[in-house]
């Protein structure tokens, strides 16, 4: 990777992305609201952008998603996917 690369990459990066120690923080929160079918991309913009474009932060909450999820699945409720920006 090229200085220039990371210049791009930065360019390209959404003014609303709260970054990797934000949604982290938010994380849980995050993944309860999704698991209930809350608008998570309106409730927390940030958060949602921040996991599109970052691939570390994305796969965590996809697997805290199927944890709460597979807690729900054990009272027989399911929450449907939420939806992505």
């Given at each position: 990777?090229?200085?220039?690369?990371?210049?791009?990459?930065?360019?390209?990066?959404?003014?609303?992305?709260?970054?990797?120690?934000?949604?982290?923080?938010?994380?849980?929160?995050?993944?309860?609201?999704?698991?209930?079918?809350?608008?998570?991309?309106?409730?927390?913009?940030?958060?949602?952008?921040?996991?599109?474009?970052?691939?570390?932060?994305?796969?965590?909450?996809?697997?805290?998603?199927?944890?709460?999820?597979?807690?729900?699945?054990?009272?027989g409720?399911?929450?449907?996917?939420?939806?992505?920006?």
């Amino acid at each position: 990777m090229n200085g220039w690369s990371a210049l791009d990459r930065f360019l390209r990066t959404d003014p609303r992305d709260v970054g990797c120690g934000e949604a982290m923080e938010m994380l849980h929160i995050y993944a309860e609201l999704a698991a209930a079918g809350a608008p998570v991309d309106e409730r927390c913009p940030g958060v949602a952008v921040h996991l599109l474009a970052c691939g570390p932060c994305g796969e965590d909450f996809e697997g805290l998603l199927a944890a709460v999820r597979g807690q729900g699945s054990l009272t027989g409720t399911r929450a449907p996917r939420p939806h992505r920006l």
